[in-house]
């Protein structure tokens, strides 16, 4: 079958990988001049599989509203007109209930548990070397950080997950250098929690999938897709192209493109940055990757770097880089490792999350015939591509996936 696949992000290219690996002839169409240069550019790399980050939690809402006036706040609203946003916030209002954030999390890590998996499998496989840490420590700052966890961490328990909480002097026999300076009232450590350098990831995929014989078109826009039944047509400037079937994972620009076909899914950008500085003292840098639940700011070690992700922004401009939510970044990185890096000199970098209301992604068919979804990761595309792309491929190829996909299709929105 000739499957076509919008976007070379991590989640286009890991679908691709394995559409290649079922014996699909395949096309990425990528709008940029390489892969990975959105959203999976600079993202933190954290791999939470053990307690995935889910932003629709009980006591949320409270949360963002009492830091709304704080300058370094780690979530940002900028109201606009628009009625997605409106939407977005009431359906988002909505999921944040315990029964919901119960459910959000199992769908979310169900993808999560079974993409290490797959990763894993990758990993031995073709010997891949992304920069990859083992272990995520969470940090709370003061107890009423730790009581807004309490409803994760009684799903840590009863799901039989592996972690520990542990006081100041537990977290720094976990990471050495962090800092006693600042106030730390408790810990998280999930063993099985991960890093990764995403995009480097992603170009080492997207090589062994040429390999494969994917084919990548670059600088290729996708306009729009029209069904004719059985092919799908794609608009492409002043030409198109067809495919006997297509994998939408264009990321934020997804939800345009799911509209052209009269398709319309909740799915909103939520911008974050990150900072990527140089090590310059290595006793004195994190080893692996760490959360700082305050802000929602990850800490993670990148080979010879560290990496400062985070902040929420809904309703900014996409593409600007805002002082203040730069310094919350230097900020957190001095907090906790003030000697590791000097953070004022380093690369910052803006992007957004793809994000539906209640945080699990949408896979599979949707009502289009021969057009696929895989869309809507938020904020752990990184930790669900490659099981997410492993789901597309065995779909398209009428095979059963490994995992239930109850709750994660477009029938949740029907
Ligand atoms: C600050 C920040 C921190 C994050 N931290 C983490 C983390 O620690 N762990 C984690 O798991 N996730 C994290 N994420 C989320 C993660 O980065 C994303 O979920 C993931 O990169 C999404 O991958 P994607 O391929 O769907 O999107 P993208 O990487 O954005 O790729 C989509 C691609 O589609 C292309 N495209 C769009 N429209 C068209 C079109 N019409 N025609 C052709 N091409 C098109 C784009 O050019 C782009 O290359 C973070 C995100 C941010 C912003």
Redesign the pocket.
Known sequence: MQVAV????????CTAYYLAEAGHEVVV????SN??????????????SGDVPTWAAPGMSGKILSMLLQTEAPVKFSPTMSRSFWRWVRLWMRECRLERFRVNKERMQRVVGYSRDVLHELRHQHELDYESTQGYLQLFRDRRELQLAEPALALLADSGTPHRLVDGDGAREIEPALSSQTDLAAALYLPQGE?GN?PLFTKQLKVLAQKMGVTFHFN????SLRSSGQRVTLD?DQQSFQADAVVL??????A??LATLGLRVPLYP?????ATAQIRDFDEAPRSALMDEAYKV?I?RMGSRIRI???AELGAPLHTLRDASLRTLIKVGNDWFPNAANFHSASFW?????MLPDGAPLLGPTPINNVFL??G?????????PGSGRILADLISHRTPDIDLDGLTIERYN
């Open positions: 919008i976007g070379g992000g991590v989640i286009g290219v169409l990528e709008r940029h892969v990975a240069e959105q959203a999976s550019f600079g993202n933190a790399g954290i791999i939470a890093s995403c290729a826009e996708v306009k492409i994972a264009a990321g934020v620009d997804s345009a493109l939520v911008k974050g940055y990150s990850g993670v992700a985070g902040t803006c992007g957004a999350r793809s895989n869309i990761h938020g904020a752990n595309g990184w930790a669900m591509a």
